[in-house]
């Protein structure tokens, strides 16, 4: 082998020579099963003979008698009316009205008209303001002049009783400005307001409703 200057590693020896090991290695071990064929006697199964196991007699179960389907409902007869006597005794007495006339009821409990105060009345259709404008301008005119020059504003809440003709019968603070000169102007406005009548299964009806009246510096 022609010396080139680069010296091999042990590695590398050993990869050169690895074909003649395999020659070696697969010669060795044809020859070793060689020798245990021939010179070694081959096992030999034993005769374990044949296990038969009896089988044990199974007593099978009598057999199960299955009933018939039972029988149709029957349907009820026809009822018959009975003709036997009832004791007086076990019966509701006959009650008439001229046991009882309406004119020995009771009156009934005297608590004050819808109009007196905040209830509530069911409708259908609500109420609505006709003159927003004209509501506006008595807001600025009742808006108190120490309020408005300081730039005070507030928003009070109203309960309003509309009557069947559209107009404010009645009202009540329900929400405070926290100011009394703002919740007394508010007061003065609700008479100047205009609703159409609330409707109940098309019937006209008086009902309460709740706004807000807002004082506001423009």
């Known amino acids: 082998m022609e010396d080139t200057g680069i010296r091999l590693t042990a590695n590398d020896r050993f990869k050169l020579a690895s074909t003649n090991w395999t020659r070696i290695g697969l010669l060795a071990a044809v020859c070793l099963h060689l020798g245990l064929v021939v010179l070694v006697q081959p096992f030999e199964a034993a005769d374990m003979g044949s296990v038969v196991k009896e089988i044990e007699t199974i007593n099978l179960p009598p057999e199960v008698d299955i009933p018939d389907p039972p029988e149709a409902i029957r349907r009820p007869a026809t009822p018959r009316v009975s003709s036997v006597d009832i004791s007086d005794e076990v019966t509701i007495e006959r009650t008439t009205f001229d046991e009882a006339p309406p004119g020995q009821l009771p009156p009934p409990p005297q608590g004050g008209s819808a109009v007196d105060r905040p209830s509530f009345i069911p409708y259908d259709t609500a109420p609505v303001m006709l003159n927003p404008e004209e509501v506006q301008q008595v807001l600025q005119r009742e808006y108190p002049r120490t309020l408005r020059s300081a730039q005070i504003e507030g928003r ?14 009645n009202f009540e603070v329900r929400t405070s400005s926290g100011n009394a000169l703002l919740d007394q102007a508010a007061g003065r406005v609700a008479p100047a307001m205009r609703f159409t009548p ?16 807002a004082f506001q510096v423009t």
């Open 156 to 169: 009070v809440e109203l309960w309003l009783y509309v009557s069947e003709q559209g107009v404010v019968d």
């Open 198 to 213: 609330a409707m109940s299964r098309d019937k006209v009806t008086a009902v309460w409703v709740r706004l807000w009246v």
